[in-house]
């Protein structure tokens, strides 16, 4: 579950997608001290990839984002979250289908809940479709198994890896050169 968080406003719990491709993007940006694979928004605790995967848990594959607030805004971080992926596609992303890859954002205070709700709201105007991403507060936050975590970094010639994200990463790195870490 969600250990206490010293400094709940550093930090961002965000659905969209495979948890892979969100923490392979969020592991680019400047400011990002860590990124942890999860599950979260769903009823059963200590779930499993395999539970999870099932839908019978209301979780959703989440990255929990914490990082520097001297470097990156939680605004910042939304501008992200909704550049790469689809917050229009009900439980989906491109192929992968299923409540767990729903789109959404789990709120850890009350600032974080409107600042959502306004960048949400801000965002739909690029949209045709309405944007279908959950914003509620957290509740509880698993990490996934180790086998989940740095994924892309321990398998980037995997074919989901070369299919999937790589191309979501080439457009973060058009679109966000200016927050990207230096090599």
Known sequence: MIEPLAHPSSTAVLGGGCFWCLEAAFQEI?????VTSGYA???VPDPTYEQVCAGTTGHAEVVRVEFDPAE????????????????????RQGNDVGSQYRSMILTLTAE???QAEASRDRTQ?????PIVT???????FYPAEAYHQNYFR?????????????????????????????P
Do not use: M
Not at 74 to 88: C, E, G, N, Q, R
């Open 30 to 34: 400047r400011g990002v001290t860590a």
């Open 41 to 43: 928004g769903g009823t």
């Open 72 to 91: 990156l805004g939680y605004d910042d971080v939304l501008d992200i979250f909704w550049a790469i992926h689809d917050p229009t596609t009900p439980n």
């Open 112 to 114: 974080q809940q409107t």
């Open 125 to 129: 105007k690029l949209w045709d479709q």
């Open 134 to 140: 959950e914003i509620r507060s957290l509740e509880a």
């Open 154 to 182: 321990n398998h980037p010639g995997q074919g989901y890896c070369q299919i999937v994200i790589n191309p979501k990463l080439q457009r973060l790195r058009q679109k966000f050169r200016d927050r990207l870490r230096q």
